[in-house]
């Protein structure tokens, strides 16, 4: 099972960036993990737990792989991501546009409350 996640994970890895992943290699990797996740879900089966394990490591490094890929090609910007995705400007955009929506919503009650009265 270890190797057949390591194959799928590097047809994966060679997908373009601009490319799509073949679905069959999707439904293989998810298939693969949910064979190792059920094998290992016997807690006395210590070959199964171990491959568990080598196979949550070998997802891991794919996946930061898979980051640094996307950062390297200007896709991604981990720093702006770790950094909750805000800077001070967007927050005082979001503030303001949140208060431009408060004041809309209480114009809207007032002239409804307004047409209610006539």
């Known amino acids: 099972l270890l190797s057949e996640l390591t194959h799928v994970l590097d047809e994966i890895r ?17 298939t693969l993990m949910l064979q190792i996740e059920h ?17 949550e490591l070998q997802l891991e490094s794919w996946f930061d792989d898979l980051l640094e890929q996307c950062e ?12 909750g995705g805000n800077s001070d400007d967007e927050e005082e955009a979001l503030a303001l546009a949140l208060a431009l929506l408060d004041e809309e919503e209480e114009a809207a ?10």
């Open 72 to 83: 390297a090609d200007g896709g991604l910007d981990l720093e702006y991501l770790m950094d």
């Open 14 to 30: 060679s997908t373009p960036a601009c490319g799509e992943i073949p679905a069959e290699s999707l439904e293989t990797l998810k």
């Open 39 to 55: 094998l290992s879900s016997d807690v006395s089966n210590t070959e199964a737990r171990r491959m568990k394990h080598e196979s």
């Open 109 to 118: 009650a007032e002239q409804q409350q307004q047409q209610q009265q006539q």
